[in-house]
């Protein structure tokens, strides 16, 4: 019996003395984030421009508006990202960008201006429950924006990021003929804080 009580304590003592000392420690977890500006726009899809209508008066040539509001004609639309719901946004520009003719025979006398560089351009931009709008020269700048508009205007649903899909119209209103070609023209959204 004193043998077990020896033994006992023998492997009592051991096991504290052998034991490894419990020692406090941390760690730091670190958190970052990288905020970027108010909002931020996602790549455009480009709107389809498309003659309104009227007959045309020569071949190839059309007088009248081509519009993406017209039938057959596409809105450009772009999303944007916000971090905070107060964001606006406004039409700052819409401008001519190029005519690329699609008849082999169209051959405008050195130092013409483009066909359709010198049209009148109507922009407008939606989201649900809200527009703003843009009028003036294709030649860009100098134009008249309308007032900016809130990118939520309505209440965004609880739990939804604050991700807005804006739609973009465009009517060109020629003063001369529309030559047969491909015309581009470029609407410019901004952030108005």
């Known amino acids: 019996m004193i043998r077990r009580l020896v033994l006992s304590g023998f492997v009592l003592a051991g096991a504290v003395a052998f034991s490894p000392n419990v020692l406090a420690q941390s760690v730091d977890v670190i958190f970052e984030g990288n905020i970027g500006e108010e909002c931020s ?10 003659y309104r209508g009227g007959p045309p008066t020569g071949p190839g040539s059309l007088i009248g508006e081509i519009t993406s509001d017209a039938p057959g004609g596409v809105s450009g639309t772009v999303e944007v990202s916000c971090n905070t719901p107060g964001a606006d946004i406004q039409i700052s520009d819409a401008r001519f960008v190029s005519f690329t003719p699609t008849n082999p025979e169209f051959d405008p006398p050195p130092g013409a201006i483009p066909p359709g560089s010198d049209a009148f351009l109507d922009a407008r931009a939606t989201v649900p429950g809200a527009e703003t709008y843009y009028s003036g020269s294709a030649g860009g700048g100098g134009g008249s924006p309308g007032p900016s508009m ?39 959204l901004t952030i108005v804080p």
């Open 41 to 50: 726009f996602a790549t455009p899809v480009p709107g389809v421009l498309v």
């Open 150 to 188: 809130p990118i939520f205007p309505l209440p965004p649903n609880p739990g939804d990021g604050l991700r807005q899909t804006v739609e973009v119209d465009l009517g060109v209103d020629n003063t001369g003929l529309f030559e047969a070609g491909i015309y581009q023209y470029a609407v410019t």
